[in-house]
């Protein structure tokens, strides 16, 4: 098994992939470009470990573009074989197809957070089921397209290693029924497609599975095992949890002011527990809420015209008096002095 799981963190190529999708689909980079990872120098360095709440959140941004079939189509279209290095190999070029899987499942972490997603292989007489394990609320349009585009990769993946096209026996999805199937079909190569399912999960026959691939070399896997555990003992997460809850909190920051519910359900962890962890890096909830709130506020003090209406509605608070109240408390002066200190000399107030 995987010694160095690096929890709440994906590798930098489903960050490129994120990215790269995200591009084509003409989501403005605006809305993303400032999340940790996504800088040239992370995003294109192999060694780096990106914040998976910087792929989630770039996952969201695309689903209001398009559907969430058709985000998970598209990006295994642009996962051609080598997208995700090593991983990719432990299946393509194992002895059978199975056995690749296998080996992909215990080194998941090599591409994914396994503190949030685990694929797990199953076999059941003549039927192999691969599923992907992932607890976030279906209703989430991020989190579906996750789950289809997983499932997608892994028969693609699959078939890749047999050098055959595979049809499954069936797919289920624990998502919500959309209103056109033509994308999930496209991308199963079958109809038969369950959703609002307990798990997802893609079935085979077990014959197509255990053949032996046509490329396959002796002892290649063991390396190629090897490599991914070395892989990810020479990894570099970008941050601490601490970081990656601000980075989930930021992101969430849509004007209205983010929600301890919704931050939870992007960390895929329960409320309880992002408030027990908080504690733990001696921190709050809501003092992490008022330094986000502080930080945005000082920022469109320092660089915009805003009215303190319009700056108080874009800082979750209720009215320009709220505002008022919140800056004489952070820094013993008015919104507009801040301003105008601001302007003539930046660094003449202070929290």
Do not use: K
């Amino acid at each position: 098994m995987v010694s160095h799981a690096h929890p709440g963190t994906t590798s930098s190529a489903l960050t490129r992939l994120s990215v790269n999708v995200a591009s084509l689909l003409g989501v403005p980079r605006a809305g993303y470009g400032h999340l940790l990872g996504v800088a040239a120098e992370h995003l294109h360095d192999d060694l780096c470990r990106t914040p998976a709440a910087t792929s989630n959140r770039i996952a969201e941004l695309s689903t209001a573009h398009v559907p969430w079939p058709e985000l998970s189509l598209l990006l295994a279209q642009q996962s051609a074989v080598g997208t995700f290095g090593v991983w990719d190999y432990l299946i393509t070029s194992a002895p059978t197809a199975l056995e690749g899987i296998r080996d992909a499942a215990a080194h998941l972490a090599v591409v994914a957070d396994t503190s949030t997603d685990t694929l797990r292989v199953t076999e059941d007489g003549e039927q192999v089921t691969v599923s992907h394990v992932n607890h976030a609320d279906i209703g989430h349009e991020a989190a579906c397209a996750v789950r289809g585009y997983a499932l997608g990769l892994y028969r693609q993946r699959l078939g890749e290693a047999a050098r055959r096209r595979l049809v499954p026996l069936r797919v289920t999805l624990a998502a919500e029924a959309p209103r056109r199937h033509d994308a999930l079909i496209e991308l199963y190569g079958t109809r038969a497609i369950d959703f609002e399912a307990p798990a997802s999960s893609i079935t085979f026959l077990a014959s197509d599975l255990t053949a032996p691939t046509p490329h396959a070399q002796p002892g290649l896997s063991a390396v190629l095992r090897r490599h991914a555990e070395q892989t990810l003992a020479t990894a570099i997460p970008l941050h601490d949890w601490l970081d990656l809850f601000r980075t989930a909190l930021a992101s969430a920051n849509d004007g209205a002011g983010p929600s301890l519910a919704g931050v939870a359900r992007r960390m895929a962890v329960s409320t309880r527990t992002l408030q027990r962890r908080l504690d733990e890096h001696g921190t709050t909830w809501n003092g992490e809420l008022e330094t986000l709130r502080r930080d945005r506020i000082t920022r469109l003090l320092h660089t915009t015209d805003l009215g303190m209406d319009a700056i108080a509605a874009r800082s979750g608070y209720a009215d320009a008096r709220a505002l008022r109240r919140a800056v004489q408390r952070w820094y013993g002066t008015t919104p507009a002095a801040l301003r105008s200190a601001a302007r003539g000399c930046p660094d003449t107030v202070r929290p």
